[in-house]
Antibody, heavy 123, light 111 residues
Framework: EVQVLDSGGGLVHPGGSLRLSCVTS????????ISWVRQAPGRGLEWVSG????????DYADSVKGRFTISRDNSDNTIYLQMNSLRAEDTAVYYC????????????????WGRGTLVTVSS | EIVMTQTPLSSPVTLGQPASISCMSS???????????LSWLQQRPGQPPRLLIS???NRFSGVPDRFSGSGAGTDFTLKISRVEAEDVGVYYC?????????FGQGTKLEI
């Protein structure tokens, strides 16, 4: 059974940093891309960042580019999202999602999701 | 950036009756590999999103066959043949053809 477990959220002051983790199991981790998607309180879904299966390609939404860094450790099936220079508008539930990827193709849809971890940026 | 526009944003429905949600993209979602990467997700109250349909019309494992997807190019539709109480929630379309990935605003389905 595919499992995705996201964690690391909390309360942080504006300008501060936080690192989110996403631990996965039940599939061959190194062959899948993974993304982070966030949802501000009462709002819709916003894709934040993604990392390809090999880890050589990363992508970011303009709203977080230069402040957030996504990385992966294929030895322990974990994805990280390092968030720096946090702003009030980064307050949201952050979801980790497996990004279905056919061999040699692009990531195409989010088929398994974590339960989310809440990040609150406030003074 | 591709903008995804859903209509309606809110849809009161009657149990046992059909429902339909439209999603339009600001540009074609046909990828250079010939596929169209449009998917639909459901988010029940207090729950994470759940994949319903990928690549326009492919139902995900465990999704009831009352859910169906159709469309091409820039116009897509999610249909529920007979709404059940457990279908209450917000539905999102998502394009994965081009980065950044973008979602529709969401359509709230309420009984």
């Amino acid at each position: 059974e595919v499992q995705v477990l996201d964690s690391g959220g909390g309360l942080v002051h504006p300008g501060g940093s936080l690192r989110l983790s996403c631990v996965t199991s039940g599939f061959t981790f190194r062959t899948y891309a993974i993304s982070w998607v966030r949802q501000a309180p009462g709002r819709g879904l916003e894709w934040v960042s993604g990392i390809r299966d090999g880890g050589t390609r990363t992508d970011y939404a303009d709203s977080v580019k230069g402040r957030f860094t996504i990385s992966r450790d294929n030895s322990d099936n974990t994805i990280y999202l390092q968030m720096n220079s946090l702003r009030a508008e980064d307050t949201a539930v952050y979801y980790c999602a497996r990004d279905f990827t056919m061999s040699g193709g692009p990531p195409t849809h989010f088929d398994h999701w974590g339960r989310g971890t809440l990040v609150t940026v406030s003074s | 950036e591709i903008v995804m526009t859903q209509t309606p944003l809110s849809s009161p429905v009657t149990l046992g009756q059909p429902a339909s949600i439209s999603c339009m993209s600001s540009q074609s979602l046909v990828h250079s590999d010939g596929n169209t990467y449009l998917s639909w997700l459901q988010q029940r109250p207090g729950q994470p999103p759940r994949l319903l349909i990928s690549t326009i019309s492919n139902r995900f494992s465990g999704v009831p066959d009352r859910f169906s997807g159709s469309g091409a190019g820039t116009d897509f539709t999610l249909k529920i043949s007979r709404v059940e109480a457990e279908d209450v929630g917000v539905y999102y379309c998502l394009q994965s053809t081009q980065y950044p990935r973008t979602f529709g605003q969401g359509t709230k389905l309420e009984i």
